[in-house]
């Protein structure tokens, strides 16, 4: 039977459509600040399919969702939609609609401007840009950013890449070990073709020395084999777990010395072949 994580909040009738379709489904009782967190999180979720509906049929029917989402924030804060209209024209009369669909790529100011504090605040948000001009070309470093430049510029490497990797995108995984709803420990990595590589795996002091870690390992690499992987990678410090991995299997490929204030770093693998 599979088992799937959901962890998000439906609507009112999806209960009842799961039961009749012989679903069988674990709830939970939210609290009232719990309930707030679902709900802007299922509003993240909608208006993530607002901006990505095709057609206008589809933008519709995920402007309804979102609709349906401000409702319940707004009953369980007890705002009224009233008290948002007005603050909508008070908004308005200051700064402006959205009518015009006015863009802004950059801004300028003197070092000390009040603008700066934008970026320290959200530093993600609005990334420090540093510019400078070589044969024509404009270059920009942003400082403290992901944006849809980091996207493209990845999308580019793979498919630079695709004639020697294949085209197919690697598949993101995570582990998490919760303890009465209390995140315990976990893993995360991907997987590319035949390579699984770890990017982390972690285990709360409380529950180390106790199985944990060799529990985490024997599912990953079970995980791992079942996708068709043959070796699993993972990097570790000399002050976290090298010796750890050694012991269940893994030996260590690369040492680099000095890699982040003085620490060793090795990258490990395990052959998962003969297991």
Same mark, same amino acid.
């Given at each position: &039977?599979?088992?799937?994580? %959901?962890?998000?909040? !439906? ?5 009842? =459509? ?25 509003l993240l979720e ?15 029917? @995920? ?5 349906? !989402? ?18 909508? +024209? ?13 863009? =802004?790529? +950059?801004? @300028? ?30 270059? &920009? ?48 990595? %991907? ?19 106790k199985g944990q870690?060799?529990?985490? &390992? ?37 040492? +680099? ?10 990258? &490990? ?7």
């Open positions: &039977m599979a088992k799937f994580r %959901f962890e998000k909040i !439906v609507r009112d009738k999806v209960p009842q =459509i799961l039961e009749v379709q012989g679903i069988h489904f674990v709830q939970k009782e939210l609290s009232a600040p719990e309930k707030i967190k679902a709900l802007k999180d299922k909608e208006s993530q399919e607002v901006h990505e509906a095709s057609s206008p049929q589809d933008l519709l029917e @995920e402007i309804a969702d979102v609709a349906e !989402v401000l409702d319940a924030i707004l009953a369980q804060s007890q705002i009224t939609w009233e008290e948002v209209n007005l603050a909508r +024209t008070k908004k308005n009369e200051k700064s402006g609609a959205f009518q015009k669909s006015v863009y =802004i790529k +950059t801004v @300028e100011a003197e070092d000390g401007h009040p603008l700066e504090s934008f970026h320290y605040e959200s530093p993600l948000k609005y990334p420090r840009l540093h510019s400078s001009e070589k044969d024509g070309i404009e270059i &920009m470093l942003h400082e403290n950013s992901f944006t849809p430049l980091d996207e493209e510029i990845l999308k580019r490497l793979r498919d630079f890449n695709a004639p020697y990797f294949g085209s197919e995108k690697a598949q993101n995984f995570t582990l998490a070990a919760h303890e009465n709803d209390v995140l315990i420990g976990g893993a995360s990595g %991907f997987i590319k073709q035949e390579s699984c590589f770890l990017n982390v795996v972690f285990v709360d002091d409380s529950h180390r020395k870690g060799q529990a985490f &390992m024997k599912i990953l690499e079970d995980f791992a084999k079942s996708k068709g992987c043959t070796k699993l990678d993972l990097e570790t410090f000399e002050f976290q777990a090298p010796a750890f991995y050694e012991k269940i299997g893994f030996r260590v490929l690369t040492t +680099t010395k000095n890699w982040l204030r003085g620490q060793t770093i090795y990258l &490990m693998r395990k052959n998962l072949k003969d297991i």
